[in-house]
């Protein structure tokens, strides 16, 4: 006998680790993939159907891409749920990183994408990205120096008044120690490499090695001499670069810091051209319009030896690296001292650039139904709420994405790594953030931002682990513009900022 399918709303979270993104790909291991495949053991799916999602009109809410995290997100589609067990059942043939949290029944032309009014996004970053860049690096000597060009010192002190003192005393505490026991011959270039960020042979002249010509004689002595200098001087680079992560973990964010976060976030609420925080749009482009509701960051937390931040944006829509790039500017405003007003000159016609924060923090923390929810009572149907389900989903977020985020970056150290590059780096696309503000930026059509922003980012953003493959539609698992559509005639976004 034929059972009647439903549709039905279903909540789900998961943690992507391990798989190539949301949507169903035959070739790939996928979230839709594995859920597919559990619906139809569970029964929730006749074997008929089981060979194609389409003939269960499946639509997502967001499509996360590669390695993206979800706490909630939303699928539609038919189900078979006469049976009081379904979703246990369903989860049962499900691994562990899949749970599906809720399933609600719907009225027929319920489409999870097309009813949702706006998204959560969570971002976890460590506190000690706020802190100002190191005075030796080439940014926090620019910094001083277009301040006092612009008779600006006091009020960039002002401004970094409460992260004073924090690099003397960790050069002291963290960093000399090291350095007593690196080699007199090779202390000042391992200083050097670590704060000035080059390519090549300029990498080696500018800190004091002279390159060997690679045609010499291999046991010509000089050859073998400069080698052992070099490897001396990476090894004492590596013992340099830990004792600067253990500094950095040793911070804690001070309450006056944090507020400036929170007023720079805050710059983002509201109607504004996002056009510098995405790709392929100009200042012109209605579609560059998006609106944020609110942007806070939470209380500090501390895990193992490192404190945590806990940012959320609300948001309608979001374009293609939009949430890492207003984090980073963010980050950047408060590391810097930056006057906050920077954040408001970002919507107006200039280029900036901006640098997008890695993929390692970010999840959608839940999808908003407000509208469907205010209906569903009238159409005897329950809201979408995945409040009732908050216990569960709160363990299931810090089991299985939170520790697994906190031990990535123990592991990889991807902030250490981002933000040291943005310090190090020898370039002028990031002087906007000075004192002299847009007026310390390159001009003339040689020095564009539009010439050389590209080769900047790509050196700074390297190849972010978490970031897609590149083959679809927003390669770091950003939210796209929703003009495009997935095969089933749905417009489409993609959840990863």
């Known amino acids: 006998m034929r059972r009647p399918k439903r549709k039905v709303a279903v909540m789900i979270g998961y943690s992507g680790t391990g798989y190539q993104g949301m949507q169903v790909n035959n070739t790939a291991k996928t979230i839709e993939g594995d859920l597919f495949k559990a619906f139809v053991a569970a029964g929730a799916i006749s074997k008929a159907n089981s060979n194609d999602p389409k003939k269960s009109s499946l639509v997502r809410c967001a499509r996360t891409d590669k390695g993206v995290h979800a706490a909630g997100n939303i699928i539609s589609l038919k189900l078979i749920i006469e049976d009081p067990d379904v979703v246990q059942k369903i989860n049962e043939h499900l691994p562990s990183q899949i749970r599906v949290w809720g399933i609600e029944r719907t009225n027929g032309g319920f489409s999870a994408y097309q009813l949702c009014d706006s998204r959560i996004y969570e971002y976890l970053v460590p506190s000690h990205v706020m802190l100002p860049p190191h005075p030796q690096s080439f940014l926090g000597q620019r910094l001083e120096e277009l301040a006092q060009k612009a008779g600006d010192v006091e009020g960039l002190r002002q401004r970094q008044s409460d992260a004073a003192g924090f690099w003397d005393e960790a050069d002291e505490k963290f960093v000399k120690p090291v350095l007593e026991a690196i080699p007199d011959s090779i202390r000042q270039a391992a200083l050097v490499a670590v704060h000035r960020a080059a390519s ?81 749009k100009s200042y012109r482009e209605d579609s560059a319009k998006r609106v944020i509701k609110t942007f806070r960051a939470d209380k500090p937390i501390v895990i193992g030896d490192t404190e945590w931040l806990s940012l959320k944006v609300h948001g309608q829509s979001f374009m293609m690296h939009q949430i890492r790039k207003m984090v980073s500017l963010a980050a950047l405003v408060v590391r810097t001292g930056c006057p906050l007003e920077r954040i408001e000159e970002t919507y107006g016609p200039t280029r900036f650039t901006i640098p997008k924060a890695p993929g390692l923090g970010l999840l959608l923390e839940r999808p908003v139904f407000d509208n469907y929810n205010e209906r569903a009572a009238h159409i005897e149907r329950n809201a979408i709420d995945f409040d009732n389900y908050r216990d569960a989903i709160d363990d299931f977020k810090r089991k299985m994405i939170y520790e697994h985020i906190f031990a990535e970056e123990e592991r990889e150290k991807h902030f250490h790594s981002f933000f040291a590059q943005i310090d190090s780096i020898i370039s002028t696309q990031f002087l906007y953030l000075s004192s002299k503000g847009l007026e310390a930026l390159p001009t003339g059509p040689e020095n564009s931002a539009e010439k050389d922003d590209v080769d900047v980012l790509t050196v700074i953003e390297g190849k972010d682990k978490e970031d897609g493959d590149g083959s679809g539609e927003g390669d770091d698992g950003s939210d796209l513009d929703a003009d495009q559509e997935d095969g089933q005639g749905e417009k489409k976004e993609v959840a990863t900022g």
């Open 200 to 280: 090549g042979s300029q990498s080696e002249k500018s800190a004091g090695v002279d390159p060997v010509d690679a045609q010499s004689d291999p046991d010509d002595g000089g050859r073998q001499q400069h080698l052992e200098k070099v490897k001396s001087l990476e090894t004492a680079v590596r013992q340099l670069k830990a004792a600067y992560v253990r500094a950095r973990n040793s911070y804690r964010i001070p309450r006056g810091r944090l507020e400036r976060l929170r007023q720079a976030l805050d710059g983002y609420c509201g109607t504004h051209r996002f056009h510098n925080y995405t790709i392929g």
